[in-house]
């Protein structure tokens, strides 16, 4: 990757390979090319899906197998929010990846069979079309078999050690509904990315930056004295020690692309997509993140407008785009999650010392289920399908691994851990010298504000997650005691329904927290 010069990093939300990628290729149109896996997926183009095969039965015993999803059916499928809970995971997984159906029917969906469908490239235009113009893998997993935090967590540090419930040093995997338990949600604690580039001399915005879409609580939600963050800075303690404008708009990043005087395109950006949540009392605009049960018009939107504007920049010939997507969000895929991966903790030579608590028994040696993983580049060749050349899978640690690589930052000083340590990077998808032209796009559908009625539908358990990070945030900044944080939630954070609801209930919280109790 010698012409590379700068890197952007996109995570997604909650969908796994099939459900949005699936479709991609079939018998009749293999990708161009392809680097295999040694010994252990010959044959096989593209492992996508393919009609009549996989399937899972239902309540009755009958088997449901895995169809398209036609265009006229719309962008909001699965039609609620699906499980993603580590126990969740574990029962849609088991057998054979034969329990997706069955976890999905313990849900209010009232089209339980949707849960086996998938998007095609007519649904999904963009994505798909990114992923055949450029590079994808098919054989890229999360990093644990849960839900979100526990495997953002992984993809920035390695791990997912942090507080829980009193108890530092904790190895979290599942960190679902805690806060509605009073439990507050602690960030991450140990070291991070930034840590690493930071220790290595990139120190300056045009060496880094994180660029969001949304601050928390928010601006109808004022809190002092903590202010507002975006959900990295939250999720993860490393970064409360870096200054404020490492932290900028998403509208910065346009408009370094857009070549505006005095700016420049850092080496590293990483991305924080929209949130879905962004209530203003009347209406409310549809997250761009591609988390279920949202409208994928917008998560399309938000990738037209991106690679567009980054296609159109001076820095395109010299960038790589990293898109992947957090976990699988209860989403079916086909695909077993490997076994025998290593512990972040396995040699501490690597920086990471075990936890000392569990919040569930989990040895940390089974990754997530698939994801896709998208390589965008100028420099990158169409059709290009990549797998990683030992039985060592990628997971998110290959991210971090192929950043620091590419940076010259020596592996020993690295010290995020054995799971970091010993993945397999990515860079020689990087095959060309001299770069392809812009490859055009097609349009997304337009992805307008929802109306009320949409909003008391639209909220799931991310936003409540984030939003309670704030608070809890907040308090740890104002000292307010931990035993009236923990009634504030457990009263208020126990059984969120609607977007409106959640601002309702966290002003509240945040009201209390002002007022000291």
Not at 279 to 293: E, F, I
């Amino acid at each position: 990757m010698a012409d590379i010069k700068h890197i952007v990093y996109l995570m997604l939300e909650n969908r796994s390979l099939d459900n949005v990628l699936g479709w991609l290729y079939d018998a009749s149109e293999p990708p161009q090319h392809l680097n295999f896996i040694p010994n252990t997926t010959p044959a096989i183009p593209y492992n996508g899906l393919k009609p009549d095969k996989y399937w899972n039965k239902n309540s009755q015993g009958t088997k449901v197998y895995v169809s398209k999803i036609n265009p006229a059916e719309g962008q909001h499928i699965p039609d609620i929010d699906p499980n993603e809970a580590y126990q969740h995971v574990q029962e849609q997984i088991a057998d054979g990846m034969a329990g997706f159906l069955s976890d999905y029917q313990t849900t209010a969906s009232k089209k339980p069979n949707c849960i086996l469908q998938a998007f095609t490239p007519e649904s999904l235009p963009v994505i798909n079309t990114l992923a055949r113009e450029f590079a994808i893998s098919d054989a890229y997993f999360c990093s644990v078999p849960s839900n979100t935090d526990a495997n953002r967590a992984f993809s920035l540090t390695g791990n997912s050690i942090g507080t829980y419930d009193r108890q530092e040093d904790t190895a979290m995997v599942d960190t679902a509904v805690y806060y509605s338990l009073g439990i507050p949600p602690y960030p991450f604690s140990r070291r991070s990315l930034w840590d690493v580039l930071w220790e290595s001399g990139l120190k300056l915005t045009t060496d880094w930056s994180i660029f969001y879409h949304q601050t928390w609580p928010g601006p109808n939600i004022p809190i002092e004295p903590a202010g507002s963050q975006c959900f990295t800075q939250l999720m993860l303690d490393s970064l409360q020690k870096y200054d404020d404008k490492f932290f900028r708009k998403i509208d910065d990043f346009y408009r370094i692309l857009n070549g505006v005087p005095n700016t420049q395109l850092p080496s590293f950006s990483y991305i924080e997509p929209c949130w879905n949540l962004d209530y203003g009392g009347t209406t409310y605009q549809n997250g761009n993140d591609y988390h279920p049960p949202g409208n994928l018009a917008c998560g399309e939107a938000f990738l037209y407008t991106l690679v567009t504007k980054l296609q159109a920049s001076p820095y395109w010939a010299n960038t790589l785009l990293i898109i992947t997507f957090d976990e699988h969000g209860g989403t079916y895929d086909h695909v077993e999650p490997p076994t025998g991966v290593k512990a972040p903790w396995a040699d501490q030579a690597d920086g990471t010392a075990p936890p000392t608590h569990y919040v569930v028994p989990f040895d940390f040696t089974r990754l997530g289920v698939r994801v896709p993983l998208l390589l965008i580049s100028p420099l990158i060749e169409a059709g290009t399908v990549i797998r990683s050349d030992t039985a060592v899978p990628f997971d998110h640690t290959s991210i971090i691994a192929t950043i620091l690589t590419h940076f010259k930052i020596d592996p020993q000083k690295w010290q995020l851990g054995s799971r970091t340590a010993n993945a397999r990077t990515f860079e020689n998808v990087v095959t060309r010298t001299t770069p392809r032209p812009p490859v055009e796009l097609p349009q997304a559908k337009h992805c307008s504000p929802g109306t009320i009625a949409e909003a008391d539908e639209a909220v799931h358990e991310l936003p409540v997650s984030i939003m309670a990070r704030a608070l809890a945030n907040m308090a740890k900044k104002s000292n307010f005691p931990d035993a009236k944080l923990r009634a504030l939630f457990k009263e208020h954070l126990a059984d969120i329904k609607t977007t409106a609801q959640l601002h309702e209930k966290a002003k509240i919280i945040s009201d209390g927290i002002s007022a000291g109790g």
